[in-house]
């Protein structure tokens, strides 16, 4: 089991201190459930490796993980700074009250739409991604705003975090940010302009990683240019921001695959240190942007289990009332999980596969997995769908996406409502005759 889990003694599984299935009878299936204390544990594992290790950092959550108007509150309490990928991520944390002078504004197509909201609502760092974006910006800059731009660029390091293909973003091959040796070019002309302010360098090597050497070869190809830029042309970089992308255990297997947030953070840092002596380079402000290594681990979703099927001979589908809607990333990537059956935890073992309700095949949850036989009825958890689960989720075959509970002190909170019929027709112009 992963994360604050137990088994009580009617053989339920409780997550946090409560109980799955009352969870299931209260709140309704499915649905997203976030153990608070353990999202803020991971949290705290950040902050206090920083604090050991380096003198002057700011750490920014990726909202694209999993986001939420609660969830806001909660990284502005714990004065964390907040990425945002588009106007919709930037308008929910706005109206969340999350301070716009600590969200970083990332994306490699921002519209028009969404540069004018930025521009207009404030902004701590715009991180420019390609040339195109940057002469928007040198464009509309005083137009929309009356205060300098504070800029960081995205550079593609070069470096292959050896992730899945499309998790992978710091390869010269990539849809994202500056190859370096286009990067020189733009970062002057913004450093010219009257509009801009370029604070620093950003680069994000990809997702899911299990390895710490990548990022400490992204850090040095960074810190290298950074000082072969300061030769050339006399500019510091006041900050370097180095993204996510650590990896976390999706299964009890799993649990040993990747390395702890402390000793990705410390070793990140040493190397910083190390390059900035030498090359005679002051320590930059240093960020890191972590997404699924904060709320993964934290949420589990609860299902109920449907219908049963067994192919005699060849397997059993067990079927629950969600599947590739609220979690697509096993037919996007091939995702692993594990699951429990919620109401009887321990019992006899049958081999099944958990698949969804949607109209594909391809639609399956877990491909194959020992479950205490799962009947009609029963409820079943997914565990470790606390990142790009919520995010990512779709009314495909309009299915209305699940709520969302945060658990905290033994007691859940609904802090976002499940979408009902009504709300997939919201939208709908009803012709008249
Ligand atoms: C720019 C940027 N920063 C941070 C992240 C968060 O990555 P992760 O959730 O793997 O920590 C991403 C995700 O891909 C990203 O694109």
């Not at 007691?411 to 976002?416: F, T």
């Amino acid at each position: 089991m992963l994360g604050n889990k137990s088994i009580n003694e009617n053989n339920h599984l409780e997550i946090a201190g409560c109980d799955v299935v009352e969870l299931a009878q209260t709140m309704g299936t499915p649905l997203y459930v976030y153990d608070e204390e353990l999202l803020r544990f991971n949290m705290q594992e950040y902050e206090e490796a920083f604090r050991e290790n380096y003198p002057h950092f700011s750490l920014a959550y990726a909202g694209k993980a999993f986001l939420c108007s609660a969830l806001c509150s909660i990284i502005e309490e714990k004065n964390w700074w907040l990425d945002v990928v588009s106007g919709g991520e930037y308008y929910l944390a706005s109206s969340a009250d999350f301070p716009v002078e600590k969200i970083i504004f990332h994306g490699n197509n921002k519209t028009q739409e969404e540069r004018h909201l930025v521009l207009r609502g404030g902004v701590g760092r715009w991180v420019v991604d390609n040339e195109v974006e940057l002469n928007f910006l040198l464009e509309e800059a005083s137009s929309y705003a009356s205060y300098k731009i504070p800029l960081f660029f995205r550079l593609t390091p070069g470096v292959d975090p050896h992730t899945h293909q499309y998790i992978t973003t710091g390869k010269i091959d990539s849809k994202f940010g500056f190859p370096l040796g286009e990067a020189e070019k733009a970062i002057l002309k913004a450093i010219q302009s009257e509009d801009l302010e370029v604070w620093g360098l950003h680069c994000h090597i990809g997702s899911q990683i299990d390895h710490i050497e990548p990022f400490l070869k992204a850090a040095e190809v960074m810190l290298q240019f950074m000082a072969d830029f300061r030769k050339k042309h006399g500019f510091v970089f006041r900050e370097l921001d180095l993204g996510g992308g650590l990896g976390v255990p999706y299964t009890d297997e799993e649990r040993d695959r990747f390395p702890p947030s402390r000793l990705y953070v410390q070793a990140i840092s040493e190397k910083v240190k190390e390059m900035c002596g030498e090359l005679s380079y002051p320590l930059p402000r240093l960020y890191l942007e972590p997404g699924r290594s904060v709320v993964n681990t934290a949420g589990s979703t609860i299902y109920q289990v449907g219908s049963v099927k067994e192919i005699p001979g060849v397997k059993k589908y067990v079927a629950v009332d969600g599947g590739m809607t609220d979690n697509p990333r096993p037919i996007l990537y091939g995702a692993k999980y594990q699951a429990h059956v919620g109401n009887r935890v321990v019992g006899e073992q049958e081999k099944v596969s958990v698949v969804g309700k949607c109209c594909e095949s391809g639609d399956v949850l877990i491909e194959e997995m020992e479950l205490s036989s799962p009947r009609p009825g029963d409820i079943l958890v997914v565990e470790a769908t606390g990142a790009y689960n919520y995010s990512m989720a779709s009314n495909y075959n309009l299915i209305p996406r699940p709520g969302v509970v945060f658990l905290r002190e033994r007691k859940p909170e609904l802090v976002v409502r499940p979408e009902s019929w009504s709300d997939l027709v919201r939208r709908d112009i009803v012709p008249v005759d």
